[in-house]
Nanobody
C-alpha cells in the first residue's frame, strides 16, 4: 500500500510558476507509472502529465505541453511537476497517482493510489 502526499500548491499570478511535489511512502517498486491529474470545479479529472519509473518516459496533456515539466527522484520517492507560464485555466486541485501500467497514459483506472490533492489557483 502507498500513501501519497502532494505539496507546493498556492496562489500565483498569471504567467507565474509553481513546483508541485508528490512524496510516496511505502513500497513503490510495484508501480511503473506516476501521473499528475487535475480537477477544476464542475469539470472531470483530467491528465496533466505522467512519467514511467524505470525509463523516465514522459507524456503531457495538450493544454500543458511546453509549459509543464515532470521529473522524478527515485531515491527520494518524489515526483515533481514544474509549472511555468501559468494561466487562469490551470486553476484546479492537482493530484498525483501511482499505477502499474508500463504505458504512461491518462486513463484514471490505470492508477491505483491517489493523493489528497493540492490546490493551485492562478489569478491576478
Amino acid at each position: 500500500q502507498l500513501q501519497l502526499a502532494e505539496s507546493g500548491g498556492g496562489l500565483v499570478q498569471p504567467g507565474g510558476s509553481l513546483r508541485l511535489s508528490c512524496v510516496a511512502s511505502g513500497n513503490t517498486l510495484d508501480y511503473n507509472s506516476i501521473g499528475w491529474f487535475r480537477q477544476a470545479p464542475g469539470k472531470e479529472r483530467e491528465g496533466v502529465s505522467c512519467i514511467t519509473t524505470t525509463r523516465g518516459i514522459t507524456n503531457y496533456g495538450n493544454s500543458v505541453k511546453g509549459r509543464f515539466t515532470i521529473s522524478r527522484d527515485n531515491a527520494k520517492n518524489t515526483v515533481y511537476l514544474q509549472m511555468n507560464s501559468l494561466k487562469p485555466e490551470d486553476t484546479a486541485v492537482y493530484y498525483c497517482a501511482y499505477g502499474s501500467s508500463w504505458i504512461c497514459g491518462f486513463r484514471l483506472s490505470d492508477y491505483k493510489y491517489w493523493g489528497q490533492g493540492t490546490q493551485v489557483t492562478v489569478s491576478s
